[in-house]
Nanobody, 125 residues
Framework: QVQLVESGGGLVQAGGSLRLSCAASGRTFSTYAMGWFRQAPGKEREFVAVTTWSGSNTYYLDSVKGRFTVSRDNAKSTVYLQMNSLKPDDTAVYYC??????????????????WGQGTQVTVSS
């Protein structure tokens, strides 16, 4: 199995920045891609960003393009989400995710086998 642990969430003012980290452990060699979903109050979880371990492919939710950057450190089995120009609408619990299937759709919840516990990001106006 794979375990995912997120960190870096917190409270920030609109326009500020945060960097989330996700450290993977266990059978990390089995993962094909890692990334992030989020769930805002009263809403369903939605795809935010993902990166593959090889091929340098990245995918983003349209509303975060140009503001968020997903990156990886293969040696540490760690994925990051750099969030700049944060908006109140970014307030959510952010979940680290990992999938083993190389052909599963990147934006679907059911594509990801492993999920972290979530870290709260709150953006004040």
């Amino acid at each position: 199995q794979v375990q995912l642990v997120e960190s870096g969430g917190g409270l920030v003012q609109a326009g500020g920045s945060l960097r989330l980290s996700c450290a993977a452990s266990g059978r990390t060699f089995s993962t094909y891609a890692m990334g992030w979903f989020r769930q805002a109050p009263g809403k369903e979880r939605e795809f935010v960003a993902v990166t593959t371990w090889s091929g340098s492919n990245t995918y983003y939710l349209d509303s975060v393009k140009g503001r968020f950057t997903v990156s990886r450190d293969n040696a540490k089995s760690t994925v990051y989400l750099q969030m700049n120009s944060l908006k109140p609408d970014d307030t959510a619990v952010y979940y680290c995710v990992a999938r083993t299937d190389p052909i599963a759709p990147h934006h679907k919840r059911e594509s990801y086998r492993y999920w972290g516990q979530g870290t709260q990001v709150t953006v004040s106006s």
